[in-house]
């Protein structure tokens, strides 16, 4: 007899519907699995077989052909477990298969008979959705993060027992009713830092501001201890929490990428990741055989941290200059290619040389020219062209040391970031792609950022004393929009470019 039972496969941070179609029929005893397995589908049928036998099912001793459609996609993951299992019981007749056209299932099994989570679900349960599927069948701990679709039943399990049950007897059984209420992005997490703990560096909280309200790209240089990391770990802190919307695009890629520790709830929180200086160019942008998101993407919609900027490999800091300006990365591979987002804040941090005290007012640096020249030279010019904001932090005197904190905290600057959002929000009410000033295009810079003749100048004569390319002076103006945006100017006018200028003044030491 043949069986046909629907499940999914993930293709970036999408889903496409894989058939699963299981013929039992006479001939020596065996399992045979095509359409494109992978090792862990391959292994699945000796895992089906003695779950079924220690289920308390019959398996058939006869010959067993799994087939998964379309058979030109590659097939990866323990996720088509419960299908296949459903698909033998059912091709055995030993369940029934009137519910099977309509339900879509995902599952892995234990030996014991219980079911396990998978990841991928949240983006599978979307697809599902629009594909017009009546029902998703999942593990037990799948099921919340399932239930983030809505318009989708979503039934869940603890072991096949009970799954075969509901196939039989679908009358006893109702869809998960779970709680997943917009309410729950409105805690939106500190993580842990607050921008009350820096003393001084008023410099420093200005760009953070400037970066939080425009989304724009910042590097702290300064010597060791005068607190750039400090800074940059609080950006977080003042960014304007995820729509709800947002943060089902954020969770659908830490779906994928099998990092959602806690199934089913929203991360609400935006995205930190701070690789380390020994990362690979494949583990920041994404890949490997079937492709994964990589660091960039796992920040989407929040903030990739580079911590010590000059000590990673000057070519995996190359892989970042095209999703910087396109806000996404394009993984292409033999069989497939998949286009991930990676609309992220760049924030660096850096030492001014080999030994870090040059330019410094208490320690002298012991570096050459040539060294701090090759020390430089891993920023290449275009890389530097896409950060908007340049700050110099210099170590904090012996006063500033020993006073307390007296500045404003996250929650303060927060609402001011979160008033010079929403007045580009307006301004973006026609093009629903712009989410802050650093997507803005040419055509968007020529329609909201205006210059009369005193900033006119003033822009032409930095150009031509910072020897500054066409993209940084775009820059500018974008970062001016945002000063704008934060003093509640509807124009621009000549301090806020003076302002968005002197963030291009580092000397980048070539």
Not at 226 to 245: E, V, Y
Request: hydrophobic share 40%; with cysteine; net charge neutral.
């Amino acid at each position: 007899m043949l069986a046909r039972v629907w499940s999914a496969s993930i293709v970036g941070i999408d889903a496409v519907k894989v058939g699963v179609e299981v013929d039992v029929s006479g001939g020596l005893p065996g399992i045979i699995v095509l359409g494109l397995p992978d090792s862990a589908v391959q292994e699945s049928k000796e895992r089906v077989k003695a779950t079924l036998k220690n289920a308390g099912f019959a398996f058939p001793m006869r010959k067993i052909v799994i087939n998964l459609t379309p058979a030109d996609l590659r097939k990866e993951g323990p996720c088509f477990d419960l299908p296949i299992s459903v698909g033998v019981l059912a091709a055995s007749e030993q369940v029934s298969t009137e519910l099977l056209g309509d339900y879509l299932f995902l599952g892995e099994v234990s030996l014991d008979g219980s079911l396990r989570p998978v990841a991928g679900v949240l983006p599978i349960a979307a697809a599902a959705h629009k594909m017009g599927i009546t029902g998703l069948v999942v593990p037990a701990d799948n099921a919340q993060e399932a239930s983030l679709v809505e318009g989708l039943a979503v039934y869940a399990f603890k072991n096949l027992a009970d799954v075969a049950d509901f196939l039989n007897n679908p009358g006893r059984y109702k869809p998960e009713q779970l709680d997943n209420t917009v309410e729950t992005l409105h805690g939106t997490s500190l993580h842990g830092a607050d921008l009350k703990d820096v003393k001084a560096q008023a410099h420093g909280r200005r760009a953070l501001e400037i970066a939080a309200a425009g989304g724009h790209n910042l590097i702290f240089v300064g010597p060791p201890g005068s607190g750039k990391t400090m800074l940059a770990r609080r950006l977080p802190s003042i960014l304007p929490p995820l729509s709800f919307a947002e943060a089902l695009e954020v969770t659908r890629i830490h779906s994928v990428a099998g990092l959602l520790k806690n199934r089913g709830s929203l991360v609400c929180d935006r995205p930190f990741r701070s690789p380390h200086h020994s990362a690979s160019g494949p583990s920041l942008v994404g890949g490997g055989t079937f492709p994964r998101p990589g660091e960039i993407s796992l920040s989407h919609l929040g903030v990739l941290f580079l911590d010590e900027l000059t000590e990673f490999k000057r070519d995996v800091l190359e892989f970042l200059r095209q999703p910087l300006e396109d806000g996404f990365v394009t993984i292409s591979r033999t069989r497939q290619s998949v286009m991930f987002p990676a609309q992220f804040t760049l924030v660096a941090s850096t030492n001014p040389c080999p030994c870090g005290y040059y330019g410094d007012t208490i320690q002298q640096c012991t570096c050459s020219p040539r060294q701090r020249e090759q020390y430089w030279a891993k920023l290449s010019g275009p890389l530097m062209d896409r950060i908007d904001l340049q700050v110099a932090v210099n170590r904090l005197k012996p006063e500033e040391i020993t006073q307390q904190p007296t500045g404003e905290s996250s929650v303060t600057v927060r609402e001011r970031v979160q008033q010079a959002r929403d007045r580009a929000s307006q301004r973006f009410e026609n093009e629903p792609h712009l989410r802050c000033n650093a997507q803005m295009q040419s055509r968007h810079l020529q329609k909201w950022c205006k210059l009369d003749d005193a900033s006119r100048n003033l822009l032409e004569g930095a150009i031509k004393k910072l020897g500054l390319s066409a993209r940084a002076s775009d820059r500018i103006l974008k970062v001016a929009r945002t000063i704008a945006d934060l003093a509640g100017d509807e124009n621009l006018q000549a301090h806020h470019v003076a302002e968005a200028i002197q963030y291009r003044t580092i000397d980048r030491m070539h």
